[in-house]
């Protein structure tokens, strides 16, 4: 039997649940330890048979998280270790250390994300350069990493983001045809200006119309100072952040969930939306465009193009059949391709064909 480390968080979020999963799947056949930062109560638990250990820091930094590595690599010896978010560094570090023979970084964002000083360039290009394979969770995100971090693409696998299928426990929660919604970050990489630039035009032939953005951020009194200008304080409410039962209720109520970000690794507020069943308009770049099919499975614009956007928006609220036949594409896109009983079939047996292969 092999042995397995994975290292997340251990969280009530579709990323997790989708980590718990394949560490139960992973499990029926290895012996596996999951290291976290943070463990909190989750609905999806892990399976018996795992070794749950905590990190000495939520973000393992230190020289103790170091140590405490290291100790278990030795009482262990793994021959897989997979890792993600701030995870990857000493996970690589140690793993190459100790010649695990297979040590897998996860990178699920994009370089623009990334602090741009060149000091921690070349560090962490330094860093992944110690990985024995990369898995990114689009083609666009692929490309970024071969380029910006010199990986060889020949070392890259591309394993897409994956939810639930939360559809049909949200049967109760009714369809509201003047809600439009925004689930993110309040960054200036997402594009929120765009989108409130938009409904200010749409809303003027559409005046029921109602904006609710959910999610915190650095750009919030910047974003109320628009809407205020626009004149759009009653039209469009701040939520803040909402745990995910929340968040996922209102993908479910609205008419439309808008993705107008300037880039994007993956789009993984746009599977979480099809997932409910609902609605997808997305700027046409990165990872978004290849989510959403155009014109099939969702709608795409002009990136950072508000005119555009809200003809999109337009276009949908004149015919709510066309709607409705999007949102029932865009769902069976998802069950075919982002669900995640298909992903964890299809990277758990990317995980044995590592092992086999190389141990």
Not at 130 to 138: E, G, K, P, Q
Not at 180 to 201: E, N
Not at 249 to 273: D, L, R
Not at 334 to 344: K, Q, R, S, V
Request: aromatic share 10%; proline share 3%.
């Amino acid at each position: 039997m092999n042995t397995c480390f994975i290292s997340y968080n251990i969280m009530p979020t579709s990323t997790a649940d989708y980590f718990i999963t394949l560490s139960n799947k992973l499990s029926e056949t290895n012996k596996v330890v999951v290291i976290a930062g943070k463990i909190r109560e989750t609905k999806i638990k892990l399976n018996k048979d795992i070794t749950v250990l905590n990190w000495p820091s939520e973000r393992p930094t230190s020289w103790k998280d170091f140590w405490f590595l290291i100790k278990l690599v030795r009482l262990y010896k793994p021959d897989m270790m997979i890792s993600m978010f701030g995870f990857v560094n000493l996970f690589l570090i140690v793993g190459w250390l100790f010649r695990v023979k297979i040590r897998v970084a996860w990178i699920r964002t994009l370089s623009s994300q990334y602090a741009q000083k060149k000091y921690k360039v070349i560090r962490k290009s330094l860093i992944y350069s110690l990985a024995t394979d990369i898995i990114t969770n689009s083609q666009a995100t692929k490309k970024d990493v071969a380029l910006f971090f010199k990986i060889p693409e020949r070392k890259i696998t591309v394993l897409p983001n994956s939810v639930k299928n939360y559809k049909n426990s949200l049967q109760k929660i009714n369809l509201d045809s003047n809600n439009l919604l925004y689930v993110g970050r309040l960054h200036s990489s997402k594009g929120i200006d765009v989108l409130i630039q938009a409904f200010s035009q749409i809303v003027q032939k559409y005046p029921n119309l109602q904006l609710d953005i959910i999610g915190q951020g650095p750009l919030l009194n910047q974003l109320i100072d628009l809407t205020k200008s626009l004149g759009l304080i009653d039209r469009v409410s701040f939520l803040g952040e909402k745990n995910k039962e929340t968040v996922l209720e209102a993908y479910k109520k609205s008419y439309c969930t808008i993705i107008p970000s300037n880039s994007e690794a993956f789009g993984f507020t746009v599977i979480e939306a099809m997932s409910v069943g609902t609605c997808v308009i997305g700027a046409n770049n990165s990872g978004i465009k290849e989510i959403i099919v155009n014109e099939e499975t969702g709608l795409l614009f002009k990136t950072g193009d508000f005119d555009a956007l809200a003809r999109q928006l337009e276009r949908i609220l004149m015919d709510v059949n066309y709607r409705n036949n999007l949102a029932n594409a865009g769902y069976s896109r998802f069950l075919n391709c982002y669900e995640t009983t298909h992903a964890i079939n299809r990277d758990t047996m990317f995980f044995e064909k590592l092992l086999n292969v190389r141990i």
